[in-house]
């Protein structure tokens, strides 16, 4: 059992900050990437962060020069630095891990169950 657990979200004012942490736990073999996608009501979720087990981080264009990955491999965590919130960043932020939870298994990915972050005044 993964499990992958969300927090940081919240109400901001456009303008603001927030951070998102994320926890992997469980039966982890080796986790090869990290990352945060987003789903605003109506929309497909998409990517707007990830980074892998060397450091190579990729951002999405829309949150380019205002959010920012970065990872704990020695805990398992990745965190989502979000600043200059605006009104369309509103959606449910995911992590996401893509990792083996052993040896002989295919890799495969696990969600978080998902955090609001809402970006009004």
């Known amino acids: 059992q993964v499990q992958l657990v969300e927090s940081g979200g919240g109400l901001v004012q456009p303008g603001g900050s927030l951070r998102l942490s994320c926890a992997a736990s469980g039966s982890i073999f080796s986790i090869y990437a990290m990352g945060w996608y987003r789903q605003a009501p109506g929309k497909k979720r998409e990517l707007v962060a990830a980074i892998t087990s060397d450091g190579s981080t990729n951002h999405a264009d829309s949150v380019k020069g205002r959010f920012t990955i970065s990872r704990d491999a020695a805990k398992d965590m990745v965190y989502l630095q979000m600043n200059s919130l605006k009104p369309e960043d509103t959606a449910v932020y995911y992590c996401?891990?893509?990792?083996?939870?052993?040896?002989?298994?295919?890799?495969?990915?696990?969600w978080g169950q998902g955090t609001q972050v809402t970006v009004s005044s």
């Open positions: 996401n891990a893509r990792m083996k939870t052993l040896r002989w298994v295919p890799t495969d990915d696990y």
